[in-house]
């Protein structure tokens, strides 16, 4: 089994800063991708970022030029800086990744951390 776990969430004033991590634990895999998404109240899961073992990065258009992703192949871990934030980024991040295990590919969701953006 492969777990993720985040970390760095929290409040922070609009114009603020915060770093995401999560870190990828487990036996025997390769990860693929990995990446953040997001979910405010009432509204649907959306992707923030997602970046592959080849550093190929996607981003929403909501954060391009104000969030940066980036991964530690050797850690198995992803992170997302996230600068300028707005109030509109207030939601829980959840971080994604797509494993090889066993020949087989798995998608991986961790529990979530909350950002919330005050105006």
């Known amino acids: 089994q492969v777990q993720l776990v985040e970390s760095g969430g929290g409040l922070v004033q609009s114009g603020g800063s915060l770093r995401l991590s999560c870190a990828a634990s487990?036996?025997?895999?390769?990860?693929?991708?990995m990446g953040w998404y997001r979910q405010a109240p009432g509204k649907q899961r959306e992707l923030v970022s997602v970046?592959?073992?080849?550093?190929?990065?996607n981003y929403s258009d909501s954060v391009k030029g104000r969030f940066t992703i980036s991964m530690d192949n050797a850690k198995n871990t992803v992170s997302l800086q996230m600068n300028s934030l707005k109030p509109e980024d207030t939601a829980v991040y959840y971080c994604?990744?797509?494993?090889?295990?066993?020949?087989?590919?798995?998608?991986?969701w961790g529990q979530g951390t909350q950002v919330t953006v005050s105006s």
């Open positions: 994604n990744a797509d494993i090889t295990r066993d020949g087989y590919t798995y998608r991986y």
């Open positions: 487990g036996k025997s895999f390769s990860i693929n991708v």
């Open positions: 970046i592959t073992t080849g550093d190929h990065t």
